[in-house]
């Protein structure tokens, strides 16, 4: 049963940096949910108030809007997790999307907080700490997809929600949440936990 969410940034925090690490020395904090929910702005938000939490996206690797939502998740294990895990700096080439191409080498030291956000992110086989799960309504979640990406993707942005909906139902993604946050709810940022 997922615990009630806190209501700020901090208090939030101050809950992650009293688990115990999953991931190596690091508390792996996976930020899940469909498109346009909202992940994104959280991720950058907690990170904030955990001065030196590194993010790591989906949208760090290139996933095709027709592959597999899961796509991502080997790349991240090769480039992040394993040497994290093994308490060593990974090297992460951020993919850019608008380029069509991987920027540079960027290494990343095992931190406290380890925060991976994206649509697959707290899958059965994520070695997470924290499982937040951040939902909205469809329509809601469809209008700031295409306002980001244009809305020459609204039929394949319409496929991928279909896809992940089929694939968070098949791994009971929502279910294993250990937090649920609504993306339409306010929810108060700032300040060190």
Excluded: N
Aim: a neutral charge.
């Amino acid at each position: 049963m997922p615990q009630p969410p806190p209501r700020t940034h901090p208090a939030l925090a101050a809950r992650l940096l009293a688990l115990p690490p999953s991931c190596g020395p690091a508390r792996l904090v996976a930020i899940d949910g469909p498109s346009g929910a909202g992940k994104s702005t959280f991720a950058d938000h907690l990170a904030a108030v955990l001065v030196g939490a590194p993010v790591i996206r989906s949208d760090d690797f290139r996933v095709p809007w027709d592959a597999d939502p899961l796509t991502w998740w080997a790349p991240l294990r090769r480039a992040v997790l394993d040497p994290v895990c093994a308490g060593r700096p990974a090297v992460l080439r951020r993919y850019d999307w608008h380029r069509d191409r991987y920027g540079p080498p960027e290494q990343i030291a095992p931190p406290p907080v380890l925060i991976v956000e994206g649509v697959g992110s707290s899958w059965a086989e994520s070695p997470a700490a924290c499982r937040i799960w951040i939902d909205a309504p469809y329509e809601l979640r469809r209008a700031r997809a295409l306002d980001r990406d244009g809305l020459e993707y609204a039929d394949a942005w319409d496929r991928w929600s279909a896809r992940e909906s089929a694939f968070f139902t098949k791994d009971g993604t929502r279910d294993r949440a250990d937090l649920h946050i609504d993306g339409t709810a306010p929810f108060l940022h700032g300040g060190k936990p």
